[in-house]
């Protein structure tokens, strides 16, 4: 017996009304356009049958109540359930301010979103993560990867407690065997980035204690995570596990994913994921957003391009790097698209080498693209 769902994904929507946008010459997204954004692809979703929406985090621009207010408002209005899960952008500190709210009222203010208590062993509480039953045989697990230290400021990079980490392993012990389960965090888990995990620009938007999540998931023949926090399209596997990362809704391209899954009820945890990604590409006042976007990316990428040549493994001199910048303009709109395609057969070859490694391959280096458009079957 065959069985159907379907559900969507928006990630790092970074919500900011009006009256809260706080300027930076540096960021590379668009908070201008977050609520017309949100409410465009809202009234997308709205079309569709769907059975379930995930935002994995930086659900507002850094954690203001007002903002997490008139999300969690909106949320509350629509026909299908919402799940969120916290970003390192709305939770800045351990201690709330006048403005900027703490864990603790994260869960009060997203209880209706994955926190509210289903089974007193699963959930529920004060606990920044969760795990519900969503559907029938079909359970999400939340979880909080933003961690602080004694100082209260936040935690560099993603990081799962011990306390997590126990309350998962003995949570995934109680799911049926028969369940598919979701898994969604905001930091990434397995590297979109060829040495992410060892960069260092990379790895503070990884899980610092990945290995151990990874051999729980694995051990609970878990096969997929949903996550956000990079602002890039891209699916990434360890051999039975997924982990599909989406695009901020404030940057280039403005993606959001629709997933339909097709699950066979004679193999347990097996499924097939029909993916299918689009993008903002236009909204009142920002007509033509997407070439709009590039440019705003583009014009802010010489530094952040600059830092990246003359770091490891590249280790460029800093005038060799300055010269390759002009061809480097959209390097990482293209990445953050998705399916990137790099030849740039004109540069240094050692350069040339390294860049065409974040070109959308598969194991035999052919380009394989599959990031935004794709069928997974686990």
């Known amino acids: 017996?065959?069985?159907?769902?379907?559900?969507?994904?928006?990630?790092?929507?970074?919500?900011?009304?009006?009256?809260?946008?706080?300027?930076?010459?540096?960021?590379?997204?668009?908070?201008?356009?977050?609520?017309?954004?949100?409410?465009?692809?809202?009234?997308?979703?709205?079309?569709?049958?769907?059975?379930?929406?995930?935002?994995?985090?930086?659900?507002?621009?850094?954690?203001?109540r007002q903002n997490h207010r008139w999300l969690a408002d909106r949320l509350a209005t629509l026909p299908y359930p919402a799940y969120v899960i916290p970003g390192n952008h709305d939770v800045i500190a351990a201690t709330a301010t006048d403005a900027c709210i703490d864990m603790p009222e994260f869960v009060q203010l997203y209880r209706k979103f994955g926190y509210g208590e289903t089974d007193p062993g699963l959930g529920g509480g004060d606990r920044p993560y969760y795990a519900q039953e969503i559907l029938p045989a079909v359970w999400l697990i939340g979880l909080n990867s933003i961690a602080f230290g004694e100082d209260?400021?936040?935690?560099?990079?993603?990081?799962?407690?011990?306390?997590?980490?126990?309350?998962?392993?003995?949570?995934?012990?109680?799911?049926?065997?028969?369940?598919?389960?979701?898994?969604?965090?905001?930091?990434?888990?397995?590297?979109?980035?060829?040495?992410?995990?060892?960069?260092?620009?990379?790895?503070?938007?990884?899980?610092?204690?990945?290995?151990?999540?990874?051999?729980?998931?694995e051990a609970a023949n878990v096969s997929l995570m949903f996550t956000g926090h990079l602002h890039v399209q891209d699916i990434a596997r360890r051999d039975t596990l997924y982990e599909i990362t989406t695009g901020s809704l404030v940057g280039y391209p403005h993606p959001y994913r629709i997933v339909q899954v097709l699950r066979d009820g004679d193999r347990p945890n097996a499924a097939t994921l029909q993916i299918e990604s689009r993008q903002v590409q236009s909204l009142p006042g920002w007509e033509n957003l997407g070439q709009r976007s590039r440019e705003w990316m583009g014009d802010r990428s010489p530094s952040f391009m600059l830092q990246f040549l003359t770091a490891p493994p590249i280790s460029l001199p800093p005038k060799a790097a300055q010269k390759l910048l002009p061809d480097l303009r959209n390097f990482w709109a293209d990445i953050s698209a998705g399916d990137a395609h790099f030849t740039f057969e004109h540069l240094p070859p050692m350069v040339r080498r390294h860049l065409q490694r974040f070109s959308a391959l598969d194991a035999e280096g052919n380009y394989h693209p599959i990031d935004n458009n794709t069928v997974l079957k686990i």
């Open 1 to 64: 017996m065959t069985s159907r769902f379907r559900f969507a994904i928006l990630s790092d929507p970074h919500i900011a009304l009006p009256e809260t946008i706080w300027p930076s010459s540096k960021r590379f997204h668009l908070v201008e356009v977050s609520i017309p954004a949100i409410e465009q692809v809202l009234a997308d979703l709205h079309q569709l049958d769907l059975d379930f929406l995930l935002i994995p985090g930086d659900l507002t621009q850094h954690g203001e």
């Open 152 to 217: 209260g400021q936040q935690h560099w990079s993603g990081l799962l407690d011990a306390e997590q980490l126990a309350w998962l392993a003995v949570t995934l012990d109680r799911i049926p065997d028969e369940a598919l389960t979701l898994v969604m965090l905001h930091h990434n888990v397995l590297e979109h980035l060829p040495g992410q995990s060892h960069h260092s620009m990379g790895k503070r938007y990884m899980l610092d204690n990945a290995p151990e999540l990874v051999a729980i998931l």
